[in-house]
């Protein structure tokens, strides 16, 4: 006999759910036959009596997912269905892979830290703030080329088990290209990525950025769920997703 390990990723082709609900055996889940991520930060604004435009952050953000499935045969729909019920929807969180983000958009760049030594060496150096918009990055690749790009998501891997937030690159900056004159990048193994939304929580020296397969930590947030059954005894089913931060 042996302890699994619980599966707390939605079943897909690189997610396998198995009888026992482990991570370990069993088939892959179905792939999506679309995505739709949604980036929500909700903004208060109005003008004054003179005609300013005042504006303020209303909310923290918040990531919100669309999924899409091809008809499903019933092998490939039970284990999708049985996880999110034993997930009770909206009641325990659960992490979801999202393919068109699963490794960085750069090949070089991928290709690097598909060493697991090189991924777990991409650092902070330095300790950084609730709020902070942007931090350095050590042990990078020596070609400044090899970098993340704009779009690109990653996670942040540290001390603090409830720090969960994804967050999206909108800026690299290079030894040989930088914008911020208060913080030029003079090795050429140090990045400064630009990155959104701000940090939710305060990270400590040397957290991990984590490039490799970011996810999700999500909800399904309606409780109740239900699936249509076709003349060809396929199932059609969507789900709709948003992020849990604990």
């Keep these: 006999m042996s302890l699994i390990t619980e599966q707390n990723t939605l079943p897909d082709p690189s997610n396998k759910y198995g ?29 004054t009596n003179s005609g300013r435009l005042v504006q303020n952050i209303a909310s923290g953000h918040n990531w919100k997912i669309k999924i ?16 999110l019920q034993l997930r009770k929807n909206s009641l325990r969180p659960f992490f979801v892979s999202i393919p068109q983000y699963r490794h960085p958009q750069n090949a070089d760049f991928k290709t690097f830290i598909s060493d697991s030594n090189n991924a777990a060496n991409i650092k902070t150096p ?14 990078m690749p020596t070609d400044s080329t090899h970098s993340p790009e704009p779009g690109d998501l990653f996670t942040i891997n540290n001390s603090d088990s409830l720090h969960t937030k994804v967050y999206q690159v909108l800026r690299v900056d290079t030894v040989d290209s ?17 990155f959104h939304p701000p940090l939710t929580r305060a990270i400590e ?32 089913f969507s789900l709709e997703l948003e992020e849990a931060q604990p």
């Design 19 to 47: 009888q026992a609900g482990d991570s370990a055996t069993g088939p892959a889940g179905p792939g999506f036959s679309s995505v739709q991520l949604d980036s929500e930060q909700k903004v208060m604004s109005g003008k």
């Design 68 to 83: 899409g499935y091809n008809p499903m045969t019933k092998a490939e729909f039970n284990p999708v269905f049985s996880f």
């Design 126 to 139: 330095v300790a950084a703030n609730a709020g902070t918009r942007y931090i350095s990055l050590i042990n």
């Design 178 to 194: 930088y914008s911020l004159s208060n913080a030029a990048v003079t090795s050429n193994t140090t990045r400064i990525i630009h």
């Design 205 to 236: 020296a040397n957290c991990v950025i984590n490039f490799n397969d970011p996810k999700f930590r999500v909800v399904a947030p309606k409780d109740a769920y239900g699936y249509n059954l076709n003349s060809d005894n396929l199932y059609k």
